[in-house]
Every structure is written in C-alpha cells, then in structure tokens.
C-alpha cells in the first residue's frame, strides 16, 4: 500500500521529479567524486555564504538575491566557470546565476568571483532541470545558456541528454518574451538534435539567418571542454532561439 511518504511532494510532472521522489527519475549527470582541492574545499565553506543560494522547492525571490532588478542570464552546467566569470565582469549591468552539480567546478568559479570581487554573481549547486522546475518562476530570465552540455554518446544514454523537449518547454517557459536560449556544442548528433527539438517547440523562434546554427558570439569564452573539442579537431555548433 503507498503511504504519503512514498508519494511526491510537489505535484512535479514525472521528468522534473528528483530521484528521491522518484528513484527511477533520468538525471542528465553522474555525481562524480572527483578531485577536490583544499582551496575549493576552502571556497565552498567560506564563500559559500557570500555567492551561494540554497535549493529549496520555492520559487525565488531573483531581486532580493542580487539586491537589484537587472536583465538575468541563467547557464547551466557552467563546469568550472570561465565564460560565466568572464561575461558577468564584461556586464557588471546584468546579474548572472550559475547552476552547476559539479563541487569542485563550483569552488573554482567561487574562487575567481572573490578574485575578480564580482558582486553580479550567484550559484547554486544543484540539478539545473529542479533548480528551473522549482526556484526560477515563469518569465523572470533573459538568457539561458548552456555550453557544452554532456554528449551521452551511447545510444543507451541518449535519454541522459540534457536538451530533451521537456526540458525545451521548461527553459523556454522561464525565459521572458524575447529572452534568449543559447546552446553550444562540438557534438554533431547532439547539434542536430539540439537543432530539431529547439525548432520544434511553438515557444521559440531560430535567431540564425539561414535558420539552422549561428555563427561563434564573439562574446562566448573557449572553455574547457570546448578546447578539449578543439584539441580533438572536433567542430563548434552554436545555437541561439528567442522566446516567443
Ligand atoms: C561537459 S561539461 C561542460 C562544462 C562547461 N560548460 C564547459 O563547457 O567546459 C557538462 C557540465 O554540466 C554539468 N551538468 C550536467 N547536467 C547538469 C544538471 N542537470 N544540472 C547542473 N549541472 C549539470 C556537469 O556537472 C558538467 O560540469
């Protein structure tokens, strides 16, 4: 018999449903161990105050989190930060709020925002796909990027991919009118795929001219995995779609 501990407790649709509330629920990322300096280790314990926000299953307040009401970019995945930094010192007029599930990328990015003393800044160390359900409300974001999101090459990993339509729907339903969703990849399946499924929601429209990728931004930082790519002669697809 099911009991209410067995049943969720937001009335999430099954694909954004974290694992504890649904033990079979797909996530786009293997939680790694991964090596862990005493620096990042240091940065997430002393830091932590100054640019973290917590997960919580309630919508948050975006103008009391950077003190300002200001264009929002959301990327996700942000790895061990650079381009998030990068751009956030170039726009000190936006704010930025970086999610990524990777601890050690986390502490890296906190050690460079007290570095560069950027106060446009905030993380959350959490599933992005939660974090967008739950946290972020309808219509509050002007940008999501998403930079080289893992591949899942194997076909039987396929359904671990980051950039399905639900999560389009999802992102899409976040970002206001005329808000833009940029992806990138070096990945030519993943670009095709990415391509189809962001031209097939009605809530978006292709920025590139000839409707399929748009040239590199000028703007974006090579990262680490796009110069990993790079090194492996592999090529760059971007992709840029404004919200209806
Ligand atoms: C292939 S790496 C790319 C990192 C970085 N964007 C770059 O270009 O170097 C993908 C990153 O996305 C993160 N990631 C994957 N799924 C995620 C999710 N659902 N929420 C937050 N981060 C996620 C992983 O931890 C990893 O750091």
Redesign the pocket.
Do not use: C, K, W, Y
């Given at each position: 018999m099911r009991t209410a501990r067995t049943l969720p407790r937001a009335a999430a649709p099954l694909e954004f449903m974290t694992e504890s509330e649904h033990p079979r629920a797909i996530?786009?990322?293997v939680t790694r161990a991964g090596r862990i300096t005493e620096a990042q280790v240091r940065a997430l314990e002393v830091l932590w105050p100054k640019y973290g926000v917590e997960f919580e299953p309630g919508t948050l307040d975006l103008d009391a989190v950077f003190g300002r009401r200001a264009p929002r970019t959301v990327e996700?995945?942000?790895?061990?930060g650079?381009?998030l930094a990068t751009v956030a010192a170039n726009h000190p007029e936006r704010d930025y709020l970086g999610?990524?599930?990777?601890r050690p990328?986390v502490g890296r990015l906190l050690l460079a925002l007290e570095e560069m003393q950027l106060s446009n800044v905030r993380v959350i160390c959490?599933?992005?796909?939660q974090?967008l359900a739950r946290q972020i409300a309808q219509r509050s974001l002007d940008e999501v990027v998403i930079?080289?999101?893992?591949p899942w090459p194997k076909k039987r990993h396929h359904k671990r991919r980051?950039v399905q339509s639900a999560f389009v729907e999802l992102a899409a339903d976040r970002l206001q009118p005329g808000g833009i969703l940029r992806m990138a990849t070096d990945w030519q399946p993943y670009a095709q795929e990415m391509l189809a499924t962001l031209a097939a929601s009605p809530k978006l429209r292709n920025l590139a001219v000839a409707g399929a990728f748009i040239p590199r931004p000028a703007e974006r930082i090579a990262?680490?995995?796009?110069k990993r790519g790079e090194r492996l002669g592999h090529e760059v697809w971007d992709l840029a779609f404004s919200r209806i």
């Open positions: 996530r786009s990322f996700i995945g942000f790895g061990n650079e381009n999610i990524e599930v990777h990328g959490e599933d992005a796909v974090v930079l080289f999101p893992d980051l990262t680490r995995f796009e």
